[in-house]
């Protein structure tokens, strides 16, 4: 039936209870699903956050690959994706039967893999990390010890130059990361003297170079928070400001901008195929649903827990 006419909001708060749901939605969702969740965070924090949930169903606003991971964790949860077209460059750019074979090229390597990947690669992979626990879980790595590192060759590629480690670099990005333009975020950083770049390291070298603070959405939004200006150029996903003014609504945040010289380009096109309306269906109907086969989930879930004991 149509839509029109319902109150979505108090419709997703009303199913909300009825199921013994939990909403949690990443930092780059559009602001209406960020107010609504139970938990905004970023990809460790939501996996925290499924892994200990005592509800029946997760409904995730975000992207495949974390619901997945939610369901991973979770496995006797229910757990529903507004939009199960709602992928990720990063995890196209990492065919499963392509990283296998890399893998068996190099036997002597580990896989230390960025979670932003499919469940497949998940379980060819020894240790999975996110933006933010992935300086930490490699520092625990012996030096001696080879290391493939996929799917995202800027986060692997700032690794290596912050901690001197080599490792051998899946050549895949984030094409929202990718689009900020140097020139332009030059340009800007003229007009505001003195203000800070705080970057996500799926930028591109270019622009982590002239970046004040390099860390995860949780790890910006920190900065965010302590920065001692009143102006703050930020090159990551923009829906992360929604956050940013509502904790410092007297501050400028300004996202960094593309070659058209403003931030919408910079949009994750994934993120975006998520609303309130989609939200209320995948309540309503507990569907579309994560589903992954058994055998495959136990050994994504390896790498997963890895993950979560060395980032503790
Ligand atoms: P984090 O929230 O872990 O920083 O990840 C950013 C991202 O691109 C998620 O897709
Ligand atoms: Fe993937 Fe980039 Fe979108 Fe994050 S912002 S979900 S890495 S495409």
């Known amino acids: 039936g149509s839509l029109t006419g319902l109150d979505l909001r108090a419709e997703i708060d009303r199913l909300r209870k009825e199921r013994n749901a939990v909403i949690l939605a990443h930092y780059y969702q559009k602001p209406e699903l960020q107010d609504l969740a139970d938990f905004v965070g970023d990809s460790l924090d939501l996996s925290r956050k499924a892994a200990e949930t005592d509800a029946d169903v997760i409904a995730f606003c975000g992207v495949r690959f974390m619901a997945e991971t939610a369901k991973i964790l979770s496995p006797d949860k229910i757990v529903v994706l507004p939009d199960m077209n709602a992928g990720c460059s990063l995890e196209d750019s990492c065919p499963p039967d392509q990283f296998a074979a890399f893998r068996a090229q190099h ?9 932003n990947c499919s469940v497949e690669v998940k379980a060819l992979s020894d240790i999975i990390v996110t933006s933010s626990s992935a300086e930490k879980i490699l520092s625990q790595i012996p030096p001696e010890q080879k290391i493939i590192f996929g799917p995202d060759r800027n986060l692997g590629g700032y690794l290596t130059r912050t901690l001197g480690r080599e490792m051998l670099l899946w050549p895949g990005v984030c094409i929202v990361h990718e689009a900020f333009s140097e020139t332009e975020l ?35 939004l920190d900065f965010a928070k302590s920065f001692p200006g009143d102006t703050l150029i930020v090159a990551t ?4 400001i929604h956050q940013m003014e509502k904790a410092l609504p007297s501050k400028n945040f300004i996202g960094a901008p593309g070659a058209d010289g403003n931030c919408n380009c ?16 995948a309540l309503r109907d507990l569907n579309p649903r994560i589903e992954i086969e058994e055998g495959m989930r136990l050994k994504a879930k390896l790498s997963l827990d890895r993950m979560l004991e060395m980032a503790s």
């Open 107 to 115: 036997p002597d390597h580990i896989a230390l893999t960025y979670i």
């Open 186 to 220: 030059l340009k800007l950083k003229a007009q505001h003297p003195g203000a800070p770049i705080a970057a996500h390291p799926e930028c591109p070298p270019h622009i982590l170079d002239h970046a004040d603070y390099v860390g995860s959405t949780r790890g910006i």
């Open 237 to 240: 996903e923009p829906h992360i």
């Open 266 to 281: 910079n949009i994750c096109p994934y993120m975006a195929l998520n609303n309130l309306e989609k939200l209320y269906l």
